[in-house]
């Protein structure tokens, strides 16, 4: 039996490749995102509650309404939008697949999408599944900021929507005011819808602050925005998210959803609806997570990396301009076989495979981790 393949050009992630070379190499394993300590027991605990009390059949295809409602009282109070938890709100299987249904709910064939790159690795399929065609935009090294007069210069009369993502992965850089503020002046009159990562919301550092699009009434009203709580709640594994939009947006994105997934693992809402009214467990978060970025830091000084700022998200990109010739791939594969550490090509972020000779590193690990992952790069 022949496909006719819609994704001609895509292989595995980076991420499995790298997490598989770590496995069979026994490397500590920087690479993909996740953290290697354990959740929260509070939250464990009221999943088994959830699933004891006998909430183990469907919930709403949106999702479970007093989780809606505690999303909604939290948006409120972090980024002052009252949203309809009933027309705005989908509780969604992660941030991905939000981000996916999003895109499937607007993109026609032959419609353009902005992206910058270093990007996310599952925007461009995501676009090109939808018979639609990715315009990267390469974000400036070494802070990766948007050149705005580019983006200006690459909208079209085809572009239906512009992806932006802060905390940004793999940078770990942040977008700011005066970056919504572009966002707002070249899509003002326009068709263009705005998806907004922001799974990394509570990764933010050093006493900076999440500027979510939510925050903005002119851009809220063409986005779609996307988040994730096992960033927020250390389980990726859960796959767990919600996607938030307008509600004339949103009610096109469950049609798509409804057919999909149709809704989301019930226990687990439950148990989140609880537990996100303790805000606290969320608002430490930037603290808890930047700590761990120091203290990699501080061990990576013994070896001859050079760390870029990171602000948020899990990641912190570390340079080897000076002392290797090998591309960004070649370097990750030697030190996963030979040194024991794993981590991602930053070139597997861009189509053209652009190369500034830095590695990203996930530091959301016990410090026990990256101790020894900083010493093995020592040697
Ligand atoms: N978001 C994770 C990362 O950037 C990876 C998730 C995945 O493997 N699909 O590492």
Not at 51 to 57: D, Y
Not at 180 to 206: C, P, R
Not at 322 to 348: D, F, Q
Request: hydrophobic fraction near 40%.
């Amino acid at each position: 039996m022949l496909i006719n393949s819609k994704l001609p050009n895509v292989g595995t992630t980076i991420f499995t490749e790298m997490s598989v070379l770590a496995q069979q190499h026994n490397a500590i394993n920087l690479g993909q995102g996740f953290p290697d300590f354990p959740m929260s027991a509070t939250l464990t605990n009221l999943v088994n509650e959830a699933m004891q009390n006998g909430h183990n059949q469907y919930v709403h295809m949106n999702g479970l309404p007093q989780l809606r409602e505690q999303i909604a009282l939290k948006v409120k109070k972090l980024y002052h939008n009252t949203i309809n938890a009933n027309d705005e709100i989908t509780i969604t299987p992660g941030g991905t697949y939000a981000i996916y249904s999003a895109l499937s709910t607007i993109l026609n064939k032959g419609d353009e999408v902005i992206i910058f790159e270093p990007a996310y690795d599952s925007y461009i399929p995501n676009i090109e599944i939808n018979g639609a065609v990715a315009v990267p935009i390469s974000l400036q090294f070494p802070d990766y900021h948007i050149d705005w007069d580019e983006v200006k210069q690459k909208i079209s009369s085809r572009t239906r929507a512009i992806i932006i993502n802060s905390p940004h992965n793999p940078t770990g850089s942040l977008l700011s005011n005066a970056d919504m503020q572009a966002l707002i002046e070249l899509t003002k009159g326009s068709n263009i819808f705005v998806i907004s990562d922001e799974v990394y919301e509570h990764l933010v550092f050093d006493g900076k602050e999440h500027v979510s699009v939510l925050a903005y009434p002119e851009l809220y009203k063409r986005s779609f925005v996307c988040f994730s709580f096992g960033k927020t709640y250390h389980c990726t594994g859960w796959k767990m998210g919600y996607c938030i939009a307008p509600p004339t947006l949103m009610s096109e994105f469950r049609k798509v959803h409804q057919f999909n997934s149709f809704c989301c693992n019930s226990p687990v809402q439950f148990a989140l609806a609880t537990f996100l009214q303790q805000e606290n467990e969320y608002l430490q978060l930037g603290k808890f997570i930047s700590q761990k970025r120091d203290f990699l830091m501080e061990a990576m000084r013994a070896t001859p990396f050079k760390p870029l700022p990171s602000d948020g998200s899990y990641f912190q990109l570390y340079s080897y301009d000076g002392w290797s010739n090998e591309t960004e791939k070649e370097l990750a594969i030697r030190l996963t076989k030979e040194y024991g550490v794993a981590t991602i090509p930053v070139s597997a972020f861009y189509k053209n495979k652009e190369e500034h000779k830095v590695l990203r590193f996930c530091f959301a690990k016990n410090e026990s981790t990256l101790a020894e992952a900083a010493m093995r790069l020592s040697k």
